[in-house]
């Protein structure tokens, strides 16, 4: 049987892309969305005494996934090996359902905001619920295979770049320092997992981390597990950023402002 369910309301945020998101909202505390629930069907009456609880469910689609789904799929921590897709949160799933537990800000009306989240802007939600630490918590649960966890590495900007990530977000690119954290702290130099790119510097010898057409330059220390985070770089050629030359994702005139801010 098919059971048609309606979206009660649409989330807001800043990440447009699934890179944008760790896949779980405990590893992004900064991460502030809203709920903006549906005109004309009393939810702002459904939602008035979420009031009070720190956290809620949040039942959504993975609207990016629908048809994608795969028995056996690749986590982006813990393992390099496949694990059968309902052992993992994976959004490649039979229905692409999913799961996460938000922080709760605020009930304004029809809006609700939350935080600690790894939704996309746009993402159908379909139901709340609130969580309670008395039926939804158990520590002592095993883990099965995520029990294989390695050690994460620190991350750590320096000035420079957390500069540098602090102008992007105020010039439409939000999400990259999230973005580094999530990608640098577990397995940093696995290609598999990061899209890595020679650094031209270092003739090779070190890579840099890829975020759409910025670059991320970083040093590992895998003695101490630790990444430092040195500077943003942008991904475009010199050639690249002419006035004639094409702009296929219209972000030129951001690099051509952030280099004659930064560029060396």
Same mark, same amino acid.
């Given at each position: 049987?098919?059971?048609?369910?309606?979206?009660?309301?649409? &989330?807001?945020?800043?990440?447009? #892309?699934?890179?944008?998101?760790?896949?779980?909202?405990?590893?992004?505390?900064? !991460?502030?969305?809203?709920?903006?629930?549906?005109?004309?069907?009393? &939810?702002?009456?459904?939602?008035?005494?979420?009031?009070?609880?720190? +956290?809620?469910?949040?039942? &959504?689609?993975?609207?990016?996934?629908?048809?994608?789904?795969?028995?056996?799929?690749?986590?982006?921590?813990?393992?390099?090996?496949?694990?059968?897709?309902?052992?993992?949160?994976?959004? #490649?799933?039979? !229905? $692409?359902?999913? *799961?996460?537990?938000?922080?709760?800000? =605020?009930?304004?009306?029809?809006?609700?905001?939350?935080?600690?989240?790894?939704?996309?802007?746009?993402?159908?939600?379909?139901?709340?619920?609130?969580? *309670?630490?008395?039926?939804?918590?158990?520590?002592?649960?095993?883990?099965?295979?995520?029990?294989?966890?390695?050690?994460?590495?620190?991350?750590?900007?320096?000035?420079? =770049?957390?500069?540098?990530?602090?102008?992007?977000?105020?010039?439409?690119?939000?999400?990259?320092?999230?973005?580094?954290?999530?990608?640098?702290?577990?397995?940093?130099?696995?290609?598999?997992? !990061?899209?890595?790119? $020679?650094?031209?510097?270092?003739?090779?010898?070190?890579?840099?981390?890829?975020?759409?057409?910025? +670059?991320?330059? &970083?040093?590992?220390?895998?003695?101490?597990?630790?990444?430092?985070?040195?500077?943003? *770089?942008?991904?475009?050629?010199?050639?690249?950023?002419?006035?004639?030359?094409?702009?296929?994702?219209?972000?030129?005139?951001?690099?051509?402002?952030?280099?004659?801010?930064?560029?060396?």
């Amino acid at each position: 049987m098919d059971y048609p369910m309606t979206p009660i309301g649409i &989330f807001h945020c800043d990440a447009q #892309y699934p890179y944008d998101v760790p896949r779980q909202g405990t590893l992004a505390e900064g !991460n502030v969305g809203e709920i903006e629930l549906a005109e004309g069907r009393g &939810f702002e009456d459904a939602a008035a005494d979420l009031v009070g609880f720190s +956290r809620i469910w949040l039942v &959504f689609v993975f609207d990016r996934n629908i048809g994608t789904w795969h028995p056996k799929v690749q986590p982006p921590r813990h393992t390099d090996r496949k694990i059968g897709v309902f052992a993992t949160r994976s959004p #490649y799933r039979p !229905n $692409p359902l999913g *799961l996460t537990c938000a922080e709760l800000l =605020a009930v304004e009306g029809r809006r609700i905001r939350v935080k600690a989240h790894d939704l996309l802007d746009g993402t159908p939600i379909l139901d709340i619920k609130p969580y *309670l630490p008395y039926a939804d918590a158990f520590p002592a649960a095993q883990t099965g295979w995520a029990a294989e966890d390695e050690e994460l590495y620190s991350v750590e900007f320096s000035d420079r =770049a957390r500069a540098q990530c602090d102008w992007l977000a105020a010039h439409g690119v939000p999400c990259l320092e999230q973005f580094v954290r999530t990608r640098l702290e577990c397995a940093p130099l696995n290609a598999k997992r !990061n899209r890595l790119v $020679p650094d031209p510097q270092q003739r090779g010898e070190a890579p840099m981390l890829a975020y759409r057409t910025w +670059r991320v330059r &970083f040093h590992c220390d895998s003695v101490t597990r630790a990444i430092h985070v040195l500077e943003i *770089l942008s991904g475009y050629r010199s050639e690249d950023l002419l006035p004639d030359a094409p702009d296929p994702y219209s972000d030129k005139a951001v690099h051509r402002e952030f280099n004659a801010i930064w560029a060396k």
